[in-house]
């Protein structure tokens, strides 16, 4: 029999039994579970939900499902910084005899870098930032240390959409320092694009409250590892200190995860029409001579410089994109436009919902600003993280807004676009229901010839 494609799998959750037959597995909201005898006592798996609860189970098994290992590899906890927080204690700050050196990106999320930045200023790490996205310059300062104890990748990274070769990296590392833990942060794949235990990674986590839930109604993690003993270290974090995910999200995370494949097609849908839409039409695109990547960053587009490096290792582009209007007043407009209807401005993303942001105003905030200026963070910088909803009508949104802002002017009764920051004129594509050619490249292809670009990843 063929094997099952994973979207198959996530909809459905077998492996919960009820005494009434449920379809749907039912939320065990309880604390306690009764023992049957004293004498049972040991081989009961539920005593306590701090220590395990069934419906944290199911969730469990259906992570597995997606990151193709057993469910005893997977944790489920309260959100993605606490994934993150239960690696570092269990698997990394746990050397007595020196303080661990850690190696990370130099373009992570926001919470990161300030969780990071927190242990540094405490003395319980070493903390290195690199780019990720540089190979040669990475393995120069890995080879430059004495003893790196872990590697923290991200790919692509939020918001600049830089690419890390994970699959040269792991391999690099492995072979240089077989004990150095590599963790990855796949928040912004998901397992259903990418799958980084499949090249020598030890552990990756996700924040769930992104794409696997879907709909911005839960707070979550997952933290999925290589081995068994690992896990069994992290779980002893978690038991401990009470960081696993409640049974009410975990109901809801098994719930979202049924529509992960459907949600994630329409949301790169929408990415992928809209980036080329940008670039070409409203013209964000990178000047000539400009330091940096495009100015519409998206990983779907050829014009990213690591597009086919991105495309070797994974199933899609995911479905963020940003771009720099060219000055931090017009930004600030379109985003605090009264004309954004459907864009929400919030932070986040992967929800069903689209929302906008600025992000050195919201999620990177906390990155103090003589660091992003340092790190070529520009604070012009709009991200767009694209939902399900239709796309002309996306589409038709951002216009009004970016009408509004000032940043454009529509000409020949709204046949043109005028962008009155750089002077280029594009024809309004909007509505025309035709996909750009690089969305029938990067996608049909996948999508006819393979059956589902969501279904398949990316051979490694
Ligand atoms: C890439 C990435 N990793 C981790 C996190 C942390 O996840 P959470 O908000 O669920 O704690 C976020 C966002 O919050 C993120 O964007
Ligand atoms: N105030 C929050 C900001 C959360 S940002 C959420 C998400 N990762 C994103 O990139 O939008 C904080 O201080 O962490």
Not at 29 to 44: M, N, P, V
Not at 326 to 344: C, D, M, N, T
Request: aromatic content about 6%; proline content about 4%; glycine content about 6%.
């Amino acid at each position: 029999m063929s094997q099952q494609s994973l979207q198959t799998k996530l909809v459905s959750v077998v492996q919960h039994v009820d005494q009434h037959g449920s379809s749907v597995p039912p939320i065990y909201q309880s604390t306690t579970f009764k023992i049957g005898s004293l004498e049972d006592d040991a081989s009961q798996p539920y005593d306590y939900t701090r220590s395990g609860n069934p419906t944290r189970t199911v969730v469990q098994h259906q992570i597995g499902k997606l990151y193709d290992v057993d469910a005893a590899q997977v944790l489920a906890v309260s959100s993605g910084m606490t994934a993150l927080d239960v690696i570092l204690r269990a698997l990394v700050l746990t050397n007595k005899s020196r303080v661990p050196t850690i190696i990370a990106g130099d373009d992570l999320y926001g919470g990161t870098q300030r969780l990071l930045t927190h242990l540094e200023s405490r003395n319980h790490a070493r903390v290195l930032h690199v780019d990720t996205a540089n190979y040669e310059t990475f393995v120069e300062v890995f080879k430059q240390q004495e003893h790196v104890d872990c590697v923290l990748l991200e790919s692509p990274t939020n918001p600049l959409l830089k690419v890390a070769d994970l699959p040269r990296l792991t391999h690099f590392i492995k072979s240089a320092n077989e004990a150095c833990l590599v963790a990855i942060d796949n928040t912004m794949m998901s397992g259903m694009l990418c799958n980084p235990l499949k090249f020598q990674c030890d552990v990756v986590y996700e924040s769930a409250t992104k794409y696997l839930n879907g709909h911005h109604d839960i707070m979550a993690g997952i933290v999925v590892t290589q081995t068994l003993k690992m896990a069994q270290e992290i779980y002893f974090v978690i038991n401990s200190t009470g960081s696993g995910l409640s049974p009410f999200d975990s109901w809801l995370l098994v719930r979202g995860l049924k529509t992960l494949g459907v949600r994630l097609y329409q949301q790169q849908h929408n990415a992928m029409v809209l980036a080329h839409w940008l670039e070409n039409s409203c013209g964000f695109v990178g000047k000539k001579g400009v330091k940096g990547s495009p100015r519409t960053r998206f990983v779907g587009l050829k014009s990213h410089p690591q597009f086919e490096l991105h495309k070797s290792f994974n199933a899609g582009p995911g479905a963020v994109l940003s771009f720099e209007t060219g000055s931090y007043e017009h930004s600030r407009r379109l985003v605090s436009s009264r004309k954004i209807k459907i864009w929400a401005v919030t932070v986040s993303f992967g929800c069903v919902n689209s929302l906008i942001s600025m992000p050195c105003k919201m999620s990177h905030a906390a990155i103090d600003p003589a660091l992003r200026q340092e790190r070529d963070f520009p604070e012009d910088l709009v991200r767009l993280c694209c939902g399900i909803e239709n796309i002309s009508d996306l589409q038709n949104d951002l216009l009004e807004a970016m009408i509004d802002a000032d940043i454009i002017e529509l000409r020949d009764e709204g046949k043109t676009i005028y962008n009155k920051l750089n002077g280029h004129i594009a024809t309004n594509t909007i509505g025309q229901g035709k996909l750009p050619n690089i969305y029938e490249e990067f996608f049909s292809q996948d999508l006819v010839e393979r059956g589902s670009i969501l279904t398949s990843r990316a051979k490694l």
